[in-house]
C-alpha cells in the first residue's frame, strides 16, 4: 500500500470511530449537522500522540482528536485525493499535528471553487474550518509559500490571521538579494 492509500486507509478508519459522550461533545463545539453528519465526511475520530516536531501518531491509548483530511474531496465522499492529515483537540483547537508533514492548507477545495469569483475565506484554526463547513481554508504549515495556495483575494476571521498572512505574504515577496558597498583602497 502506498503512502497515500496508507493516509485514506487511516481517515476511512476514523470515521468508524465512536467515543462514549463523543455526539454531545461534538455538538458543543458548535458544529452544523453538514460538518457532523454530511457528505463527504469533514473529519474522523481517533486516538493519536502529537510528537513535538509537528506531526502526529496514531496511539490506541492516546486522547481522541479530530482527523480532517488535506487534499481535495472533488464531491466524491471517499476523497479520493488526500494529501496528508491534521489532528486537534477541539479544547486546544489553535494546537494542531499533521500525519506526513505535507499538508499546508485545510481546504483546498474551497479555494479552487471560489477562484476568481469571490474571496477565499480563510480561517485560523481546523475547528475554524469544520465550523464553516469546509467553505473556508485554514493555513496549517506558515513556512510554504502561500502565494501558490491563495489567489488574489482573502478574507480573514481575525485581525491576527490578516496581520501574521500580511506579514508572510510580505516576507515571500522581499527580495533575497544581498547588498553591499564596494570599499576602494585609497
Known sequence: MSGLDAIRAEFAASLGRGYPGALPALRRLRLSPRALFGSPALFGQAPIMGLGIGLYEPAEDGPAALICPIGEHYG??????????????????????LRRGDGVL???????????????????????????????????????????????????????????????????????????VATHAA
Request: hydrophobic share 40%; charged share 30%; aromatic share 8%.
Open 76 to 97: 466524491d465522499p471517499s476523497w479520493p485525493a488526500i494529501d496528508d492529515l491534521v489532528a486537534f483537540f477541539p479544547d486546544q483547537p489553535g494546537r494542531w499535528w
Open 106 to 180: 485545510l481546504g483546498q477545495d474551497h479555494v479552487e471553487d471560489v477562484s476568481g469569483r469571490s474571496p477565499v475565506r480563510l480561517v485560523s484554526t481546523p475547528l475554524q474550518w469544520l465550523r464553516a463547513d469546509g467553505e473556508a481554508a485554514c493555513v496549517l504549515a506558515w513556512g510554504a509559500d502561500m502565494r501558490r495556495h491563495l489567489h488574489d483575494r482573502v478574507t480573514c476571521d481575525s485581525s491576527a490571521l490578516a496581520r501574521r498572512l500580511a506579514d508572510r505574504l510580505a516576507e515571500l515577496c522581499r527580495p533575497r538579494i544581498r547588498i553591499e
